[in-house]
């Protein structure tokens, strides 16, 4: 396994898609080091695109959040969620009725303020599904995973509606060795136990690409040869950038280890073109 350094690579591309936990923070908060490859990628005047599967917070929460953490220059523009991507979804396809959801408050309220009526799922009548229309998961809190798991597999046996999930991350990294279980791991229960296929938002799935592309695109004249997406996890990030036909870099800075990494790439055939310590160097 060849590793090479990060910047000497971004800078042979006009592009640079970054996945952001694993990449530009952790569970520490901002990886030590990131503002400076930031500095650098502007310095040549590449462009930045931040792709992150969060749909907990909306793209101005979420640059907020990096000026906090000392990002200081990246833009609300800069920033594409996998919640910008259900929202807009939801906006074009459930056009009456309810929407139930599995979330937080904050997560509701920025993902479905398209001017339908929402509903956390405990407050749900099961007696009464009329006026529902779809089911939408949006976070890993803001709810009784006990009661509100079970009340959501009984929904969907009532009634059959759309359902969206608008973070696919199985789980995410709270500390070098643990995770927890998150909006994509639940739903991926709940569907294996009804034998049914939800709509799922994120990496791997292709909207962000597409989005972030036709963005560029509608100022700019870029092409996919001159786009690099970097990521830490082979599941979501290089086999969504494989897929929509960037060249990917795997780093080694979150989810997959210098240890596990070949492995990893040999079991899931899923093989970046670039394999990089962190953004760091
Ligand atoms: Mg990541």
């Known amino acids: 396994m060849q590793i090479q350094s990060f910047l000497s690579i971004a800078e042979q591309f006009k592009v640079v898609f970054l996945d952001s936990y694993g ?49 200081h220059d990246i833009q609300e523009h800069e920033i594409i969620t996998s919640g910008m991507m259900a929202k807009q979804f939801l906006e074009q396809k459930i056009t009456n009725g309810k929407i139930a959801y599995l979330g937080t408050e904050n997560s509701a309220h920025y993902i479905l303020q398209s001017g339908l009526e929402h509903i956390p799922l405990r407050d749900i009548d099961l007696r009464n599904l ?28 009532h009634k059959n509606l759309p359902v969206i999930v608008a973070n696919s991350d199985k789980f995410y990294p709270v500390s070098k ?28 799935d292709s909207q962000m690409f597409i989005y972030a592309y036709d963005e560029l695109n509608s100022t700019g004249n870029y ?29 080694l800075s979150g989810n997959t280890s210098r240890e596990d990494a070949p492995l990893q790439i040999r079991s899931s055939g899923i093989i970046p073109d670039y394999i990089c310590e962190s953004i760091l160097t």
């Open 223 to 251: 092409n996919r040869s001159e786009i690099l997406m970097v990521g830490d996890t082979l599941q979501a990030d290089i086999l969504g950038g494989n897929k929509f036909g960037v060249k990917t870099t795997l780093v």
């Open 177 to 204: 060795n643990e995770v927890a279980v998150g909006t994509g791991g639940i739903a991926k229960l709940i569907e294996n136990m009804l034998d049914r296929k939800f709509i799922h938002f994120g990496k791997p």
């Open 130 to 157: 009329d006026d529902i229309s779809a089911l939408v998961f949006l976070d890993d809190e803001g709810f009784d995973w006990n009661t509100d798991i079970t009340k959501t597999v009984n929904l969907l046996r």
């Open 23 to 71: 990449v530009l923070k952790n569970y520490n908060g901002l990886i030590h080091g990131v503002r400076h490859t930031i500095d650098f990628l502007r310095s040549r005047d590449i462009i930045i695109r931040v792709l992150t599967n969060d749909a907990s917070r909306s793209q101005l929460q979420q640059a907020e959040s990096f000026h906090r953490l000392g990002l």
